[in-house]
């Protein structure tokens, strides 16, 4: 015999599935994410995920770097508690806290080093952030002269930049004579 269940029980039961299944209840207030945050510094609070991410991303940078890990760790967080989340649910897995982390790192430090092949990465993940934090811009400053041509000779001067790809570009450039008049210029 079907016994009926009261209304307002099975909204409570709804409530509660819909809430274990909510994307802010993975990765803001889960009870898996409070002690993860913590481990890395990150400030936990119970702001909805979209807020959460537009302040992680709006934070300054110290530099292009830290930039990067800026705007990459919180994609690599919610993706790792992610198949965190569907290996304990769906594939059998114990949730696993250094399993999560691992992978984050891991992640984090193959971006890095794809990046910025140029510089020698540690392993050691104190000396990888040690490294990143007082990571400085090399700036070298060269004087450019620009020489005239020889008489009944003109020279042409192109230059262009990209501001970020996909983003920005611009492209222009000069045509002079033997005396340094302008030509003609386009952008």
Not at 25 to 47: C, E, W
Not at 94 to 115: A, C, G, N, P, W
Not at 116 to 128: A, G, L, R
């Amino acid at each position: 015999m079907t016994k009926l269940v009261p209304l307002d029980t099975l909204l409570q039961i709804v409530q509660v599935v819909t809430f274990q299944e909510d994307v802010d209840h993975i990765f803001i207030s889960g009870k898996f994410v409070k002690p993860f945050a913590s481990r890395l510094g990150v400030q936990h609070s119970r702001t909805p995920m979209r807020r959460m991410l537009m302040n992680w991303w709006i934070t300054k940078p110290n530099n292009e770097i830290h930039k990067l890990i800026m705007k990459a760790t919180p994609i690599f967080i919610c993706w790792n508690l992610w198949k965190n989340r569907c290996a304990s649910k769906y594939g059998g897995k114990q949730s696993s806290t250094t399993r999560v982390k691992f992978f984050i790192s891991k992640e984090l430090h193959m971006l890095i080093i794809t990046t910025y092949p140029s510089i020698k990465w540690p392993n050691n993940s104190n000396e990888f952030i040690s490294l990143v934090e007082n990571c400085q811009h090399d700036i070298k400053v060269t004087q450019v002269n620009w020489w005239k041509p020889h008489q009944s000779i003109v020279k042409l001067n192109t230059d262009g930049s990209a501001m970020e790809n996909p983003g920005r570009i611009g492209a222009g450039g000069i045509l002079r004579n033997h005396k340094g008049k302008l030509i003609y210029a386009y952008l």
